[in-house]
């Protein structure tokens, strides 16, 4: 274990920053990495409100925190309070991940990326060179997007419901990676054939609407990968359909276990025991889901 976990004997404290965080899965991920490890720490969501945000930030400064997450709907404003900032967290402009050292140097970073990348890395599956379709232009999309350039992917198609965002995007982004994003004005059927990984990146799909599927089934074909970052349901109709046809399916709760795993590793460097937080998650949402 490293001098960091051992120095104190009162727990390090850990947090999640956003609005709503009521439906978090992130304290019992947390929660159970540090049970798992026996490492004395907690973790704790708050729901911060905008006219508070620096305050909150200043607060968990103040309190001792070891680090934090951040989530909608201030993954950029927490930028402008960031004493150094990762590389994948300055593409995409983004933060999810900070880490507090002595108590007041904010070191920020971007997991999401890295928790696709993790997803498709570890599935053994070998992206150098693929042609991919993303659908979305938020934030995930973004992700998506810089963690696709890692993985070697040579073709960018993005899909998105407001054209504009998705030209914006591409500015923003274009120049920061080699593949080469293309814009769709929603001609998928040229283009789907040439695809290998269909990912979605909208909320489309997300309970309560789960007979929602954000491409017509048509369009799935056998030969693809079709990533889905919604995670609850674990498998979307949009999986549904892939699995149906034949195709690879990988649902988001990949992506938010390996971006837990490398949060883990930045505020503690430890090897996280991702089974385990795979374990948790998938219980609480099939929990969840049968509830409803
Ligand atoms: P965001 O920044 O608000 O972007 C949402 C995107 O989805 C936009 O491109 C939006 O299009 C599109 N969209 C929303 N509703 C739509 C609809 N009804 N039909 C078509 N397009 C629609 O949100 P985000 O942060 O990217 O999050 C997107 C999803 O990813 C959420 O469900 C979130 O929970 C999930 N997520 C999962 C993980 C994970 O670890 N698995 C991590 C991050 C996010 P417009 O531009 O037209 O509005």
């Not at 002595?102 to 999401?112: A, R, S």
């Not at 990533?227 to 892939?242: C, G, M, Q, R, S």
Request: hydrophobic share 45%.
């Amino acid at each position: 274990m490293n001098h960091f976990i051992r120095k104190t004997r009162l727990p390090l404290k850990f947090g999640l920053i956003g609005k709503p965080v009521e439906h978090s899965l992130s304290p019992l991920m947390m929660n159970t990495v540090f049970n798992e490890l026996k490492i004395n720490a907690i973790y704790v969501a708050f729901e911060v409100d905008e006219s508070q945000f620096q305050d909150a930030i200043k607060g968990l400064s103040a309190l001792k925190f070891s680090g934090f997450n951040v989530t909608i709907p201030y993954k950029e404003k927490i930028i402008e309070f960031c004493d150094s900032i990762g590389k994948k967290a300055s593409i995409v402009n983004a933060v999810n991940t900070v880490k507090i050292i002595d108590g007041e140097c904010l070191k920020c970073y971007n997991t999401d990326v890295d928790g696709v990348v993790a997803t498709f890395k570890r599935r053994g599956i070998d992206t150098k060179g693929m042609e991919t379709l993303i659908i979305g232009a938020g934030g995930a999309a973004k992700s998506l997007i810089i963690a696709f350039d890692m993985l070697g992917i040579k073709k960018i198609f993005i899909l998105n419901r407001t054209k504009t965002r998705a030209l914006m995007l591409a500015k923003l982004l274009q120049s920061r990676i080699d593949a080469k994003i293309v814009i769709l004005d929603g001609e998928i059927e040229n283009i789907i054939e040439e695809v290998d990984i269909i990912a979605n990146a909208t909320p489309v799909g997300m309970y309560p609407n789960i007979h929602e599927c954000p491409l017509p089934e048509t369009f799935i074909l056998k030969d693809h990968i079709v990533f889905d970052v919604v995670y609850n349901p674990i498998e979307t109709k949009l999986l549904k359909l892939a699995r149906k046809k034949g195709a690879v399916a990988v649902s988001g709760v990949d992506m938010l276990v390996y971006q837990g795993a490398a949060t883990v590793r930045i505020w503690l460097n430890v090897d996280p025991p991702i089974e385990k937080m795979r374990k948790v998650v998938i219980n609480k949402l099939r929990g969840w889901y049968n509830q409803s």
